[in-house]
Nanobody
Framework: LVRLVESGGGSVLAGGSLRLSCVAS????????MSWYRQTLGKEREFVSG???????TYADSVKGRFTISQDNAKNTVYLQMNSLKPDDTAMYYC????????????????WGQGTQVTVSS
């Protein structure tokens, strides 16, 4: 199986910064894309940012210019640097791994972490 563990959440004032980390372990020797999603109570989970196996990145319009996604393949870790945080960024942040293994390897699929809470106050 694949395990994802997020960390780095917390409470900050508007304008502050946080860096989230997501460490992958288990059977992870397959091609993968990594992404961050967030969710607030009563709302659907929404895409925040993603990075594919080639290192290409994408961002939701709401975070462009403020958030930066990166990865350290040697550490099996993906990061989300969040700057200029706003109260609207308050949410539980989840890491997602979309894994594609070669034929015969039964670990392809989507994996999620348990989430890390980010709270931004004004």
């Amino acid at each position: 199986l694949v395990r994802l563990v997020e960390s780095g959440g917390g409470s900050v004032l508007a304008g502050g910064s946080l860096r989230l980390s997501c460490v992958a372990s288990g059977f992870i020797s397959c091609t993968s894309d990594m992404s961050w999603y967030r969710q607030t109570l009563g709302k659907e989970r929404e895409f925040v940012s993603g990075i594919d196996s080639a290192g290409s990145t994408t961002y939701a319009d709401s975070v462009k210019g403020r958030f930066t996604i990166s990865q350290d393949n040697a550490k099996n870790t993906v990061y989300l640097q969040m700057n200029s945080l706003k109260p609207d960024d308050t949410a539980m942040y989840y890491c997602k791994r979309e894994q594609r293994c070669t034929r015969g390897v039964p670990f392809s699929g989507d994996y999620w972490g348990q989430g890390t809470q980010v709270t931004v106050s004004s």
